[in-house]
């Protein structure tokens, strides 16, 4: 139907003369091709064109010397510029504003005309925690970039979180709360997904009134450039959690705690929730829209997740459905045209509670229609599937891809091809309304891409020309070991068995570490693939010739294959310490001990190549957010936190990154703690107490979770392909279990 549909449209464009379409000097898609391709703008053409019923629609052609770019809209324009930079230009553009989009100086032409349509109105990105793991300390310029990506793939539903504060502070000023007490409610700025999603209040709080008002200006740009792109932001609804401090100034209300714990918070931390049935509650509501509504504008999507993996105060089948009409009935009396977003990993992660005639009773008790449902990580469970498909109610299909930022290189390619297509062509999902990417951390790009294409493709994308035309895009044009190593990786390394669920990371970040196994980790070492294969891959990129050198995609990728085999490597690494270890055989051991950490001190320093792998970068950005010292000692320790120790429980070392500066200054010493005290024992000493080694573990990691020197650096330093090419030759001999599998036996 896909491809009929296609050819009806495009015989209808041939038939009526080009110059009958009223050329459309687009304003916004003139400016985002000037920010990705300065000078150039001239060189486009800009068309409106109709779209088939329920569908948008992109085409892009050459005429009299200039690139069309025709679209139903902004979006689909920006859609058809993406294209033509990827396919004709061979450019691919980052997310990353660092990164720098490399043109020719004259801009080839289109060899033929592309047309293409979807029905997947939807496109949802973001996350909550996104804003946690990656966004909290971003400025202007990299907002910009990451907006102009979104439009670039098609997106036109981002989750829209900057600014919340600023407007829950003037609603709770109302209600008799002071600035003091509305601050301290606050968590830390990387921790306010989780006070945004009722999980924690005041954890590094109180926040500072200099972030509020800075979120609040910031927001503004975004929605702005964000609208003229397109884009329908989904802003913010209240779901039902308030401060505690409100039940001393409204003594009346009926607040009770939601159940504690989350995260293995103290009740310190815990959170309250108004009963449903408060006539306060749509009050709340209404006021909280009605002011930003005033401040941010609204494009009628809200985003509401009550009792996100938290247990609600009751769960009668009667009180959830009332809980849904109290949250949806003060959005309509406000908008009434109000959709109310809600995610379904909420009823995915405690499946066993959420039973049918639970989550029927809540998505029941909102008109059809106006509530749409993200199946949040269909990779791993397609929930819609257990669910006669939500009960009817719209959905939209989603990849999540990556927890807490994990730098880890994984991605599911054919199963995300394959599900998706499976979905879009199952006759029964009329209520299948769009596609979503709800990622944790920016990682792994080459996988959101390909899903957001995917949304074009119709039935069959063809995945193994998409990774040929994607290749030559990161390469900057045809380079035969640039696409023979993205064949490589997509067949064999980004393979299905790859779990996107839960911790992924090298033994360098073990929690508590150990010589063989993985005693206490929140971050898992083990990989689905053979590392002979990744191996392969960052041979050929260091075979790429010198165009792709130039090209700040083909970079990356070379840092991150570089990044993941030497990881990888540690394992190795790790069992002949201990095999030296069982065998009594101290000089072995402390050689061994000694080569292992030197391959942690290497891949810290490669890191420092990039700046999206760079403690120091995260920290300068933190830091910019003061107004004077004290506040950039604040915001320094909340950016080391979030990355670290998190909030003291379960959820240690959960962002799970391999950065310069982080592995030599905050892993690799809990390593060497291990290391010492195992050699001391093989020269005579006492056995290991481990409990022990715990406690010093444990003041590591505070230790540097509070420091506040600021002293990481946050530019780039030293040539990231001479540096891989001479690691690749010191490290390529080394006997490797090619499986990488964590090991068994008795050394601990």
Not at 115 to 144: A, I, K, Q, S, V
Not at 293 to 308: I, K, M, V
Not at 593 to 606: K, P, Q, S, T, Y
Not at 689 to 694: G, H, T, Y
């Amino acid at each position: 139907m896909k491809r009929l549909t296609q050819t009806y449209l495009l015989i209808s464009l041939l038939v009526v003369p080009s110059m009958s379409f009223a050329i459309e000097t687009n304003a916004a898609v003139r400016g985002l091709i000037e920010r990705i391709a300065p000078g150039h703008a001239k060189d486009f053409i800009i068309e409106t064109i109709a779209a088939p019923a329920g569908e948008n629609v992109f085409v892009v052609e050459g005429r009299d010397g200039k690139i069309v770019l025709r679209g139903d809209g902004s979006l689909s324009q920006a859609v058809a510029f993406n294209w033509y930079l990827k396919h004709t230009a061979h450019v691919d553009v980052s997310w990353y504003a660092d990164d720098t989009v490399k043109l020719p100086a004259r801009l080839p032409l289109p060899t033929r005309r592309i047309l293409e349509t979807t029905r997947l109105r939807d496109r949802f990105f973001l996350n909550y925690c996104t804003y946690g793991y990656t966004m909290p300390f971003w400025h202007w310029r990299d907002w910009e970039r990451a907006v102009d990506w979104m439009a670039l793939n098609g997106i036109n539903m981002p989750l829209a979180q900057t600014g919340s504060e600023y407007t829950w502070q003037k609603v709770w000023r109302e209600y008799g709360l002071s600035d003091e007490q509305i601050r301290e409610f606050f968590t830390g700025p990387a921790h306010l997904p989780w006070n945004r999603m009722a999980n924690i209040d005041k954890w590094q709080g109180p926040l500072p009134q200099s972030y509020i008002d800075g979120q609040h200006d910031l927001q503004k740009e975004i929605l702005a450039r964000e609208r003229q792109l397109g884009m329908s932001p989904v802003l913010s609804a209240f779901a039902g959690h308030v401060p505690e401090a409100l039940k001393a100034t409204q003594p009346a209300l009926k607040i009770g705690p939601i159940p504690p714990g989350w995260g293995k918070f103290s009740a310190e931390y815990g959170t309250w929730f108004l009963d449903p049935l408060d006539p306060k509650f749509q009050e709340i509501q209404r006021k909280f829209l009605e002011e930003q509504t005033r401040e941010y504008g609204t494009s009628h999507y809200y985003a509401a997740d009550p009792f996100n993996e938290m247990m609600p105060p009751s769960w009668e089948p009667t009180y959830l459905a009332n809980v849904a009409r109290a949250i949806y009935g003060g959005m309509a009396q406000t908008d009434a045209g109000a959709i109310w977003l809600q995610m379904a990993w909420t009823f995915s992660y405690d499946r066993a509670h959420w039973s049918d005639d639970r989550l029927s009773a809540m998505i029941h008790a909102v008109p059809q229609g106006h509530m749409v449902l993200i199946d949040y990580v269909c990779e791993k469970r397609e929930l819609f599937r257990e669910t006669k498909a939500f009960y009817g109610a719209p959905f939209i299909w989603s990849y999540l891809g990556n927890f807490g930022g994990n730098t880890n290189l994984v991605g599911p390619m054919d199963k995300v091809d394959q599900r998706l297509s499976a979905a879009m062509d199952d006759a029964s999902l009329t209520n299948l309304d769009g596609v979503g990417a709800t990622l944790e951390g920016l990682n792994n790009p080459v996988v959101y891409e390909m899903l957001f294409d995917r949304v074009w493709a119709g039935s069959n994308m063809g995945l193994a020309a998409w990774i040929r035309h994607e290749a030559r895009a990161r390469a900057g044009g045809p380079d035969a070991n640039v696409e023979k190593a993205w064949e490589v990786m997509q067949k064999r390394v980004l393979v299905d068995s790859a779990d996107t669920i839960g911790g992924r990371g090298v033994i360098f970040q073990e929690r508590e570490p150990s010589l063989r196994g993985e005693a206490d980790t929140m971050l898992h070492s083990e990989i689905p693939y053979n590392n002979a294969d990744l191996m392969e891959v960052w041979k050929l990129l260091l075979r790429a010739g010198p165009k792709a050198r130039e090209s700040s995609a083909y970079r990356r990728d070379l840092v991150d294959t570089t990044r993941q085999a030497l990881g990888n490597m540690g394992l190795t690494l790790r069992e002949q310490m201990a095999t030296a270890y069982d065998r009594k055989d101290a000089a072995a051991f402390e050689k061994s001990a000694g080569e292992f950490m030197a391959l942690g001190r290497d891949i810290d320093g490669f890191l420092g190549t990039r700046t999206e792998f760079m403690l120091g970068k995260w920290i300068d950005d933190a830091r910019g957010w003061a107004g004077d010292k004290d506040e950039q000692a604040y915001y320094e320790r909340n950016a080391r936190t979030i990355l670290t120790v998190w909030g003291g429980g379960r959820l240690t070392d959960y962002a799970g990154r391999q950065w310069n500066g982080l592995i030599r200054d905050y892993y690799l010493p809990r390593w060497q703690l291990l290391i010492d005290a195992k050699l001391a024992e093989l020269r005579g000493g006492k056995l290991v107490d481990r409990s022990a080694l715990e406690e010093q573990w444990h003041d590591c990691n505070w230790k540097f979770a509070m420091a506040t020197d600021g002293n990481y650096g946050a530019s780039p330093s030293g040539d990231y392909f001479d540096m891989s090419r001479a690691l690749f030759e010191k490290y390529a001999p080394v006997k490797l279990d090619m499986r990488s599998r964590p090991g068994a036996g008795v050394a601990r």
